[in-house]
């Protein structure tokens, strides 16, 4: 376990350090147990960017699992967190997703314009996973 902390932690030093690529593709080669420790990074950490990192390596990493995590994250206050949650709900799409997606769609932020931004891309994510639903 903590080999597998340290080994995030370093990764994570490397996107800090503008080496997205190397960071990105180490933590996706990484197992699937990691999503826990992933998930804990993302609740610790205070940089936007990193938090938005952090979301799209965990979807991408295709696991059911991390449909409930995705729903936290979009109640991040960080437009890119949410975006990425977002794409994450699409790209995960069954049926649990989209009632994760449905059931955000009273999410209110302080400013009425930033509302309005979330509920279109809502909207689209919503559209989009019905879209990938039918598909399969």
């Known amino acids: 376990m903590e080999s597998t902390r340290s080994q995030i932690a370093e990764y994570l030093k490397r996107f800090r350090k503008g080496d997205r690529d190397g960071a990105f593709y180490g933590l996706l080669e990484m197992d699937h147990s990691i999503l826990p420790e992933l998930m804990a990074a993302f609740r610790s950490e205070r940089d936007s960017r990193v938090r938005e990192f952090l979301v799209e390596i965990i979807w991408q990493h295709r696991e059911a699992s991390a449909i409930p ?14 975006k990425q949650a977002l794409d994450g709900l699409v790209a995960l799409a069954s ?3 989209l009632d994760v997606l449905r059931d955000t769609r009273t999410r209110q932020f302080p ?19 019905e879209s990938a639903i039918h598909r399969l």
């Open 95 to 97: 049926s649990a997703a």
């Open 69 to 82: 995590f995705l729903k936290e994250a979009l109640h991040d206050k960080a437009a890119a967190v949410w």
């Open 111 to 129: 400013a009425e314009r930033a509302t309005k931004e979330f509920r279109r891309w809502l909207d689209e994510a919503i559209e989009q996973a």
